[in-house]
């Protein structure tokens, strides 16, 4: 059971143009979204979270949307640079206990210069 | 990595052998995570510890797989008699934020385990 799904294996855009990349999740207990980039043979970095009682968290050129009716969230990178090409996760958790990180399976972004 | 703290970074085991993947979450912090990256997936939970005590180990398969975090020294993730399935990514991750709140959670570089 896939509660966290990242559609895209992989998406291409051009250098200086906007970067998009699509999460959707299944479990409404979810309250706390986050996005990672990982380059080969390192580990995840973190880049930006969101927590549900917000739809919209910006960081510099990463801005995070989160559409909780629809359970999807988006990474919006503005404007993209050869340096974002990377895979990007998606994860989510819910409050309690654990807080342990479901993950989507990734998305492989390249950017073209 | 925010001082996550991993080694060996790579291990090569014979099928049958066992691997020892050692994990220092950041200073000062008492608890870690594990999770698995198996080839062309993403990471999947496996382990949460603090010192001396497993909070969640319901990711962990239920044989040969064992965590511990003793209140000196790192974090271990032992595999006893490990098969070619076991080849995969094992990283450990060190949470920042209180317990049972909403926490981000830094990772370390991982070990690349590969079973011959």
């Known amino acids: 059971d896939q509660q966290v799904k990242q559609n895209s294996p992989s998406l291409s855009v051009q250098e200086g143009r906007i970067s998009i990349l699509n999460c959707d999740y299944t479990?409404?207990?979810?309250?706390?979204f986050l996005w990672y980039k990982k380059y080969p043979a390192e580990g995840p970095t973190f880049l930006i979270s969101?927590?549900?009682?917000?739809d919209k968290n910006e960081d510099g050129r990463f801005t995070v949307f989160l559409n909780k009716s629809a359970k999807h969230l988006s990474l919006h990178i503005v404007p993209s640079q050869p340096g974002d090409s990377a895979v990007y996760f998606c994860?989510?958790?819910?409050?309690?206990?654990?807080?342990?990180?479901?993950f989507g399976t990734g998305t492989l972004l390249a950017v073209q210069p | 990595n925010a001082g996550v703290m991993q080694n060996p970074r790579h291990l090569v085991r014979r099928r049958g052998q066992e691997a020892r993947l050692r994990c220092s979450p950041m200073?000062?912090?008492?608890?870690v995570y594990w999770y698995r990256q198996l080839p062309e997936e993403g990471l999947k939970f496996m382990v949460y510890?603090?010192?001396?005590?497993?909070?969640?180990e319901s990711g962990m398969p239920k044989e040969r797989f064992s965590a511990e975090f003793p209140k000196e020294g790192p974090s271990i993730l032992r595999i006893q008699q490990v098969v070619r399935g076991d080849s995969a990514a094992y990283f450990c991750?060190?949470?920042?934020?209180?317990?049972?709140?909403?926490?981000?959670?830094?990772f370390g570089p991982g070990t690349r385990l590969l079973v011959l």
């Open positions: 994860a989510a958790s819910a409050s309690g206990a654990t807080n342990k990180l479901i």
């Open positions: 510890l603090q010192k001396e005590n497993i909070i969640d």
């Open positions: 991750a060190s949470p920042r934020g209180g317990r049972g709140m909403q926490e981000t959670q830094y």
């Open positions: 479990n409404s207990m979810f309250d706390y």
């Open positions: 969101i927590s549900s009682i917000k």
């Open positions: 200073k000062g912090h008492s608890h």
